[in-house]
């Protein structure tokens, strides 16, 4: 029996990654759910799933909480704060963390999970993005267990060879992530400066959050995704390649030396990479319907458009770059996505905000954590103030 915690219970992965376990209770039980506003769904979660604990992030919701839980008549403690975050990632109780929260915030808690030595579920691709370097020294240094759960990451993860990380990587020539191209992969540029969050949000293949939907359609979700891919197979961006295959079938693929090139299949659904996650190196049902390649009939494939999506450039420059610019361009563009989804920028203003948030600063290479937090608020605040003027 393993038990879990899950940073970021009540969102789109957190809610994949329950339903692989309710479908296993003879292997897997549930130490803590973290949530941040959806107190009813992390209370019933919480109830469900006999959580140990459950994590908010104030004290009014906390209580809030408890009541809710008590209604239910759970027995789920409830604790708050940043602390708590990571003291459920970090308890010797727990053997497993999905790290699920979204963005920024993600950081903390996946490393603590990292600090002591779990097998940790990275979902939360920011924080690579972000502090690549010291989260993976402390990877190493700590013998954590990290497996990728984005799913492209985990594609590449079940495409490479068993001694990939023994250090030998002459047999690869690329790795090659694959990219649904979005709801606007079709439309025309001025019909994309004129798009709402909700047609951003509405993603053709995968239902997600809407921070990585926005991503999605913007593309700066495969910009990231090139970043968490550089740290997480420990390769260069020349290394990296984006294919746009707006059916989502082929989740990445692996080109080696010999002309062979491996892909992973299988139907858009997280819950597979979620599974293999949870499993490693085993294999568990996890839900997801058989893939009719039959009925499928036609895979298409085709280069991105980065005159059409500048943030998947801006995003391969800033990794090019190297040091803090990564995070800055994670929290600029943190900043432009809640304007976008608030209706305070339009949908193109976001890679402007980016690239002059990026154009605002003088790079260099954070030896600390304090150091990367610092370079994130102070982009931050450049891109709040960016926009404060309007300048899109
Ligand atoms: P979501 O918005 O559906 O859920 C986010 C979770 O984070 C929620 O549980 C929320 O309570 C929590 N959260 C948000 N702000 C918080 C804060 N300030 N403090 C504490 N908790 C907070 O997002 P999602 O789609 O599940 O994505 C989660 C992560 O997984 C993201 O980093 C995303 O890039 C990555 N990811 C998601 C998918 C997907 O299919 N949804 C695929 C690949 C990678
Ligand atoms: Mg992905």
């Known amino acids: ?18 339903d692989v376990i309710s479908q296993h209770p003879e292997k897997y039980s549930i130490f803590a759910l973290t949530g941040c506003r959806q107190l009813e769904k992390l209370a019933q979660q919480s109830v469900q799933h006999s959580a140990k604990f459950a994590v908010v992030t104030d004290e009014l ?24 975050l990571s003291e459920v ?8 963390v999905m790290a699920a929260i979204v963005g920024a915030e993600g950081l903390l808690p996946t490393l603590s999970a990292v600090e002591s030595g779990k097998k940790v579920l990275l979902a939360n691709k920011e924080s690579l993005v972000m502090a690549g370097s010291i989260f993976m020294a402390a990877v190493k240094q700590n013998g954590a267990t990290l497996l990728p759960i984005d799913s492209e990451h985990n594609a590449i993860f079940q495409c490479l060879p ?14 090659i992530l694959s990219a649904s191209g979005g709801p606007f992969r079709t439309w025309d540029t001025a019909k994309i400066a004129m798009a709402t969050p909700a047609q951003a949000c509405a993603h053709p ?10 991503d999605s359609a913007s593309m700066m979700n495969k910009g990231l995704e090139c970043i968490e ?37 299988g139907n858009p659904d ?6 293999y996650g949870l499993a490693w190196p085993k294999r568990l049902p996890s839900g997801v319907a058989d893939l009719n390649l039959s009925e499928i009939a036609q895979l298409s494939f085709e280069p991105p458009d980065i005159e059409k999506f500048p943030c998947l450039q801006i995003a391969y420059d800033a990794a090019k770059e190297g040091g803090d610019a990564p995070a800055i361009l994670n929290a600029a563009n943190e900043i432009a996505v809640e304007a976008f989804l608030d209706g305070r920028i339009g949908f193109t203003a976001i890679p402007k905000v980016v ?3 990026l154009d605002s600063f003088d790079f260099y290479e954070p030896q600390s954590l304090a150091a990367v937090q610092d370079s994130d608020s102070r982009a931050r605040a450049a891109a709040r103030s960016l926009i404060k003027r309007l300048e899109f």
């Open 229 to 265: 891919a550089k740290w997480l197979f420990d390769t260069s961006m020349d290394r990296i390649d984006v294919l746009i295959h707006p059916q989502s079938i082929v989740h990445s693929l692996v080109q080696y030396v010999d002309g062979s090139v491996m892909a992973q299949l």
């Open 1 to 18: 029996m393993h038990s879990v915690t899950i940073l970021g219970a009540t969102g789109s992965i957190g809610v994949s990654t329950l």
């Open 270 to 275: 997280m819950r597979t990479p979620i599974a």
């Open 205 to 214: 293949n995968w239902s997600m959050g809407n921070k990585i939907s926005v």
């Open 89 to 96: 990632a970090r308890s010797n109780q727990v053997d497993i």
């Open 355 to 357: 690239e002059k948030t």
């Open 162 to 175: 068993q001694d990939y990380s023994d250090g030998d990587r002459s047999s690869i020539k690329k790795l």
């Open 61 to 84: 919701s906390a209580k809030k909480l408890s009541i809710l839980i008590q209604e239910l008549k759970g027995s789920t403690e409830v604790i708050f704060g940043k602390d708590a």
